[in-house]
């Protein structure tokens, strides 16, 4: 009897700590434990992990996505070429002097050079020429009238450099760039002498010669693209009509007639551009 109680004792110990072995590794064994990690509350918070990380990603791309539709383009371009070439033409209104020596007024046709110098400042240089005529006067005589003998071809050709400062900078405004300029050169005349004047006697010709002329004027370029653009400027020329001498002796009084007078021009011009 006392060998069986002991051996029943040895197997009630032997249970105990198979039990409590179990209980320390999560094992089910014979005591029916569930482990930690495959509880039934394992699956819900693996799920809300993944609802949240997906509410985050949308979020942050619907602000990405609010961010660029509330950004405003500028209006502003850049005008990365620093050179370009013009081909222009227009019309030259003149002031003729008092004595209406000066040429009439005509069109005029160019080309143009420029070149950007630094931020605002352009470089510009250009050739213009004007197919226009004059008339022919002749002394009569003393305390008389001047005559008019004719018509005579007339042809000035206008080279010039000047100072263009953009008003917007190296860019453009909704695709303008405007402009004011100045300058000078040489108003020289292009043509020989008329068959209309060789009976004249040479005190009472009248000779334009090589004049100086100043300039200064206003303008805008409109870019259709990149490289063309469309530009339009108006501008003052200036130069000096000579009186010849013989007109000068006209009257035996003394009259108010200058040597010579500046007389001012306007010149409306419109081209196209290629910038380079």
Request: aromatic share 10%.
């Amino acid at each position: 009897m006392a060998g069986n109680g002991r051996e029943r004792e040895r197997e009630h110990l032997r249970l105990r700590d198979r039990a409590a072995l179990a209980h320390a590794h999560g094992g089910g064994g014979e005591t029916g434990a569930v482990p930690p990690d495959r509880g039934p509350g394992a699956g819900r918070g693996v799920g809300a992990r993944l609802l949240g990380a997906a509410v985050l990603g949308w979020m942050l791309s619907f602000g990405a996505g609010r961010l660029a539709a509330q950004e405003i383009p500028s209006p502003y371009r850049y005008v990365e070429p620093r050179q370009s070439a013009l081909v222009t033409g227009g019309y030259l209104f003149t002031d003729r002097g008092e004595l209406d020596l000066g040429p009439e007024s005509a069109p005029l046709v160019g080309v143009r050079y420029s070149i950007r110098l630094s931020g605002p400042f352009t470089a510009e240089a250009g050739v213009a020429y004007l197919p226009s005529s004059r008339t022919v006067f002749d002394t009569v005589g003393v305390d008389q009238p001047l005559r008019e003998v004719g018509e005579a071809d007339f042809g000035l050709a206008l080279v010039d450099v000047a100072l263009r400062f953009d008003l917007t900078g190296p860019r453009t405004y909704h695709g303008f760039q405007p402009f004011v300029m100045a300058g000078g050169g040489l108003a020289i005349e292009a043509s020989g002498d008329d068959p209309v004047e060789s009976e004249i006697a040479e005190p009472a010709r009248f000779d334009f010669g090589t004049r100086f002329a100043g300039e200064v004027g206003a303008g805008v370029e409109w870019f259709a693209t990149r490289h063309l653009a469309l530009r339009a400027d108006v501008r003052d020329v200036f130069w000096k009509l000579k009186t010849p001498p013989a007109f000068l002796r006209q009257s035996s009084e003394p009259v108010d007639i200058a040597d010579d007078e500046w007389v001012q021009n306007f010149a409306l011009s419109l081209g196209l551009a290629y910038h380079f």
